[in-house]
């Protein structure tokens, strides 16, 4: 008993890196090139999550350091977030993720822009996003319309 005692023991510091580093590099690294968008989603979201996790030990580390079983509850945690199986991380961004994001970008989104443009403005950094803003009041919405037609029908090529 002495061996699987150990490794019972130490499960997490034998399987954790794996689990919690190498797959999901790996399976972040293949989202990258994969043509879906819903792999990336899962693999941004984890990375997000992880990063989350690791904050909250860094800053509780003494509280956690009383709690010997908090590295399997991060463990089982992250394995359901990894695992195609489950895909934690996305059912995460979909049921709470997501609804924060929309309201936040729903505050962006000026009201005097019609809904497809909004939703193009939203996908925007801050600075992109004032530029176009510019770019419309110069040139009319009308112009915003046939440069986004134009970038639809680029990207469909590609």
């Not at 293949?30 to 979201?45: F, G, M």
Request: glycine share 6%; charged share 20%; hydrophobic share 45%.
């Amino acid at each position: 008993m002495g061996i699987l005692g150990t490794m019972a023991r130490n499960l997490d510091t034998i399987v954790g890196p794996g689990v919690l580093l190498l797959y999901p590099l790996y399976a972040s690294m293949r989202a990258i090139e994969s043509p879906s968008t819903l792999d990336d989603q899962q693999w941004l979201t984890y990375w997000v999550l992880y990063s989350f996790i690791t904050l909250f030990e860094l800053s509780c580390y003494k509280i956690l350091a009383w709690f010997p079983i908090w590295p399997y509850m991060k463990l089982v945690f992250c394995l359901w977030l990894v695992l195609p199986m489950f895909n934690g991380a996305a059912y995460i961004y979909e049921n709470y993720v997501r609804q924060y994001v929309k309201n936040i970008g729903s505050y962006y989104g000026n009201s005097k822009y019609p809904e497809e443009q909004k939703k193009v403005l939203q996908m925007m950094s801050l600075d992109a996003r004032k530029a176009v803003e510019r770019y419309i009041d110069t040139h009319g919405s009308d112009a915003f319309e046939r440069v986004i037609k134009a970038a639809d029908r680029e990207a469909r090529r590609h």
